[in-house]
């Protein structure tokens, strides 16, 4: 079990808009249906004794054929659907259920972490994060080399960025950084670097050179560290891409050179372990790039290792 938490509440985002690549918005209902050892993911939740309710999927709002020059991309119809995202999160966290996420492309960050930020503020604490990627998700409209959503959550959780996205839920920042750990960065655009020194974040940042050096366990149980100082703990949003694609091939940006498949497994271990995760969010499964099933069946199972799933 995490912590004392008993009740898992599961929220489908199936927002893909936000990245270059269409396919990830299924990754939903393929993680959600798929069937791992001959049962699907619900019943593997129920095994490791929670009481699971599928709260279904938030209302998306569908995007229009984007607007040439337009940054960031598809901006009215990412503002709508975070409303939507918010609402939804927001009545499970009122469930005081512990939320499982399922993306989506990893805009969806901007309004779930939102939502739980929100929710903790208004108890009077803070909550911290922990960001597995490939990519450090820091750009702004002005660095984008895209113009691409699900390439800025993370800059506009720390509150720079378009205001439509920063002020979401009337407060900004949502996230105080030195509350914040983000592991596996080994693809990072020039403006995201100097994006990183300027707010002072390089000892947040746990990349693969860092992780070849000292090993993933060290790095996530620094990673941990921070974002456990947190009053009220801390959140953890995970990119497939983080994952070397030889493991986790269905996703839309693949870098080589990632976490294998059981330094994947090991950080969700010693996250759970921790007992100060307060929600879980997977995200950029693109069952339309995937082979044999394979990255949607990782998703599922690194699930269980969040949930407290160990080999023994």
């Avoid at 938030?58 to 009215?76: D, M, Y």
């Avoid at 746990?206 to 941990?224: H, P």
């Amino acid at each position: 079990m995490i912590g004392k938490v008993k009740k898992v509440g599961l929220l489908g985002v199936p927002l893909g808009f936000g990245a270059g690549k269409t396919g990830s918005e299924l990754g939903v209902n393929a993680m959600r249906l798929s069937m791992v050892r001959g049962r699907r993911l619900a019943d593997h939740i129920r095994d490791l004794g929670y009481e699971f309710t599928d709260h279904g999927d938030a209302s998306i709002v569908a995007p229009k054929e984007a607007v040439e020059g337009e940054n960031p991309k598809h901006l009215r119809e990412m503002i709508a659907s975070s409303e939507a995202i918010i609402d939804a999160l927001g009545d499970i966290l009122a469930r005081d259920e512990f939320p499982v996420i399922l993306g989506g492309d990893h805009a969806i960050a901007i309004p779930t972490f939102s939502a739980i930020s929100a929710h903790y503020r208004n108890r009077g604490d803070e909550i911290g994060l922990i960001w597995f990627d490939a990519h450090s998700d820091i750009n702004t409209p002005e660095t984008s080399p895209s113009g691409n959503v699900h390439g800025m959550p993370l800059a506009v959780l720390l509150g720079v960025g378009d205001r439509n996205l920063v002020d979401l839920c009337g407060f900004a920042p949502k996230l105080n950084k030195k509350y914040f750990a983000h592991v596996g960065a080994r693809d990072v655009d020039p403006g995201e670097r100097s994006q990183i020194e300027k707010l002072g974040l390089r000892d947040h940042f746990f990349t693969m050179s860092d992780i070849d050096k000292r090993g993933m366990a060290a790095c996530v149980a620094d990673a941990i560290e921070i974002a456990s100082a947190a009053p009220g703990g801390f959140a953890v949003t995970f990119d497939v891409d983080g994952i070397d694609p030889r493991f986790a091939p269905g996703s839309g940006t693949l870098v080589r050179g990632g976490a294998t498949y059981r330094e994947a497994h090991l950080t969700l271990e010693m996250i759970a372990a921790s007992g100060k995760m307060r929600s879980f969010e997977i995200v950029e499964v693109n069952p339309l790039l995937d082979q044999s099933n394979i990255t949607v069946e990782l998703a599922c199972e690194l699930i269980l290792s969040a949930l407290g799933k160990t080999i023994l």
